[in-house]
């Protein structure tokens, strides 16, 4: 099978495509590395132009006096040995006296030169002036419009052959080469494990945009990387945890709309048939109740989805637990129908305080208190303590109970126990589940077990104070 038949097509494909992502990521790392190597490069050049250009003024002026110091007496002697011949023979002693010296010596027109002002103030004035780079000496001959010109200074001023590139150029550019070189290797060796993690971590956000949520981004190789990685991957956790959520929600929620929406459907057809009112009433009744249901289902649904999507920061404020505790009890004491409903706040100590949120901590508590109202048979108490710095509320029934393999799950959402305790209950099996999001959110935990009036106790516990209080 060759690249060019119809099956050797997906390979040549996928082969390309491997091809394109090398070249694409080599060149990456190409830009990166350039723009970083020109951008730290060229700020180190910028920084040495600017330290050699202050360095330099700084001594220009000391060298400049140096050299006028050094120069003087040798221009003197020159002049006084100009002095000494007629003017008619200045140019003819130059020339000799120019083959004696290691730099050029001539004579010129004052008018011939361009000066600043302050120099030709320094020339005119008898004073030596040297050039701006220090390599010729101007000396106003007496009081006569001629100037001795001394120097240029460089060995092969005099030399007649080509002018090569001055050693100090030459050092220079060799030193800046090589500084060049080694910042380049070591901007590399710097800059390659940096690409290595983002690469991964442009990888692994490019798989989450995809949807593939179980991707995760490995251990960074530099530790500038680490705080990031972490987020990812703890956002990409969150995100795999919200979507299965909110997929088992949706599919729960449909699931227990159909019944009674059938219900509702079924009673409709049947009060159409039905010319009887004692029938239809009941029927009324029944359709009363199946949206009750729903609106109990889409506000629970409602309620549990906040709580597992937000997770919100909780406002604690103390209160008097054993006032706060009566006053919710009460709250529901109408749903009591016939079950002697009892609060017993006797082990906590008088005016106990607790840090509970006064907008979620309701919903645990309402919550279990209308699952005890579902399998009571006669009895519910309500109860609180205090033990090792932590409240706890208990609420027992003299229901059926809970079995013991069986406790550990009773807070997940939609979880489904015996029929006794299931659909005839009027449960979705939310309300245990925010329960737990509540106790949650307060640092506390939920528990059940068996209770001393032989049903079920269920356990709220956290702590009463952890020092975040609002005012």
């Known amino acids: 099978m060759t690249g060019n038949s119809p099956g050797g097509r997906p390979l040549l494909n996928i082969f390309s495509r491997y091809k394109h992502a090398q070249w694409s990521s080599g060149y990456s790392l190409s830009r990166l590395f ?70 050029k010596l001539r004579i010129v027109d004052r008018w011939t030169l361009k000066l600043k002002p302050r120099q030709d103030e320094r020339l005119d004035a008898g004073e030596l002036v040297v050039d701006s780079d220090g390599d010729i000496i101007y000396h106003r001959l007496k009081q006569t419009p001629r100037i001795l010109v001394v120097g240029p200074f460089a060995p092969d001023a005099n030399s007649d052959r080509a002018r090569v590139m001055p050693f100090d150029l030459r050092i220079r550019l060799l030193t800046w ?106 029927l009324w009744q029944m359709m009363e109740e199946d949206l009750d249901e729903l609106d109990e289902l889409i506000e629970s649904s409602l309620a549990y989805s906040r709580f597992e999507r937000e997770q919100p920061e909780p406002h604690l404020t103390p209160v008097d637990f054993a006032s706060w505790l009566s006053d919710e009890v009460n709250s529901l004491r109408i749903l009591s129908r016939n079950l002697e409903l009892s609060i017993d706040t006797n082990a906590l100590p008088p005016g106990q305080r607790v840090e509970l949120d006064l907008k979620n901590m309701p919903y645990a508590v309402t919550n279990l208190l209308r699952n005890a109202l579902k399998y009571a048979r006669k009895r519910i108490v309500v109860s609180a303590e205090t033990v090792d710095g932590n409240i706890r509320l208990h609420v027992d029934d003299d229901g059926i109970g809970i079995p013991p393999d069986e406790r550990q799950s009773v807070f997940a959402a939609f979880t489904r126990l015996d029929r006794s305790r299931d659909r005839s209950t009027g449960g979705h099996g939310l309300g245990l589940a925010i329960v737990r999001l509540v106790l949650e959110q307060h640092d506390g935990a939920a528990s059940v077990d068996e209770s001393p009036l032989g049903g079920a106790r269920f356990t709220l516990s956290w702590p009463m104070s952890q020092g975040v209080t609002q005012p």
Not at 39 to 52: C, E, I, L, T
Not at 228 to 245: C, F, P, S, V, Y
């Open 177 to 282: 080469s090589l500084i060049g070189l080694f910042l380049a290797i070591a901007v590399w060796f710097w800059v390659r494990p940096f690409w290595r993690d983002l690469e991964v971590l442009r990888k692994t956000a490019q798989a989450l945009g995809e949807g593939h949520f179980e991707r995760r981004a490995p251990e960074a190789k530099s530790r500038a990387f680490n705080l990031l990685t972490e987020t990812m991957n703890g956002m990409a956790e969150r995100i795999q945890r919200l979507i299965a959520t909110q997929k088992e929600l949706s599919s729960a929620i449909s699931h227990e709309l159909r019944t009674p929406i059938a219900r509702i459907r079924f009673a409709l057809e049947m009060l159409a048939e039905t010319p009887e009112k004692e029938e239809r009433e009941r």
């Open 34 to 103: 350039l723009s970083f190597y020109l951008m730290v490069m060229g700020s180190f050049v910028v920084v040495a132009f600017v330290a050699d250009f202050v360095i330099s003024s700084a001594l220009k002026g000391i060298a400049d006096d140096y050299t006028r110091r050094f120069m003087r007496g040798t221009i003197m002697l020159i002049e006084e040995a100009l002095f000494q011949k007629p003017l008619s023979e200045w140019s003819e002693l130059i020339k000799d006296l120019d083959t004696q010296f290691s730099y």
